[in-house]
């Protein structure tokens, strides 16, 4: 099936928020338990993560707008959260809420033999739907790891993911439909 995992913005920056701040226990306990079983299939995980230059030259229009810049490459916002079983695993950085935006991300799912994206992290409205958006945009399946994401608004987030599942054919899956796929199942059991 040619799997691969991406996990977004699990930072410590965006667990600032109060929204996300409660679920950042489960939520590093749900991301730790799909590394486990990707890694124990083989299978592999990104780490995609938000790094800004202070200089201003990466910083978004809001960003500019707001004169506020956020996860500085090298500052603690922008180190990985606690607890996250992040080490030895490839660290892909962003400016943009897209994984795939002035990233090589494509290039290595591509050398993957990557036909599938599982999607993680936060925030589900925004870098987690944008990535999803993008993967379709390059002829990829994306299935969201819904016990493994989060947002800061989940209104947003309900809305966002309903479009991509209905408008692009994704899928968005609980642990155990998420176990299947990583077991080298299709998912629909």
Request: hydrophobic share 45%; with cysteine; net charge negative.
């Amino acid at each position: 099936m040619g799997l691969a995992v991406v996990i977004i913005d699990m930072q410590k920056g965006y667990f600032e928020d109060p929204s996300l701040a409660g679920r950042q226990e489960q939520l590093v306990a749900q991301c730790n338990e799909l590394i486990a079983h990707a890694s124990g299939a083989g299978v592999p995980v990104l780490l995609a993560c938000t790094e800004h230059q202070r200089d201003k030259s990466t910083w978004t229009l809001n960003m500019l707008e707001d004169d506020q810049g956020f996860a500085f490459a090298g500052s603690e916002t922008a180190e990985i959260v606690p607890g996250l079983a992040a080490e030895g695993l490839p660290r892909l950085p962003k400016t943009r809420d897209s994984a795939f935006v002035a990233t090589d991300l494509l290039f290595r799912l591509r050398n993957l033999g990557t036909q599938t994206l599982l999607l993680a992290g936060v925030s589900s409205h925004n870098c987690i739907a944008q990535t999803g958006a993008d993967a379709f945009a390059n002829n990829f399946r994306v299935v969201y790891a819904k016990d493994a994401m989060a947002s800061t608004n989940e209104e947003f987030a309900a809305q966002m993911l309903t479009i991509l599942c209905t408008e692009y054919r994704q899928e968005l899956a609980d642990a155990a439909t998420v176990k299947q796929y990583l077991a080298g199942g299709n998912g629909r059991g």
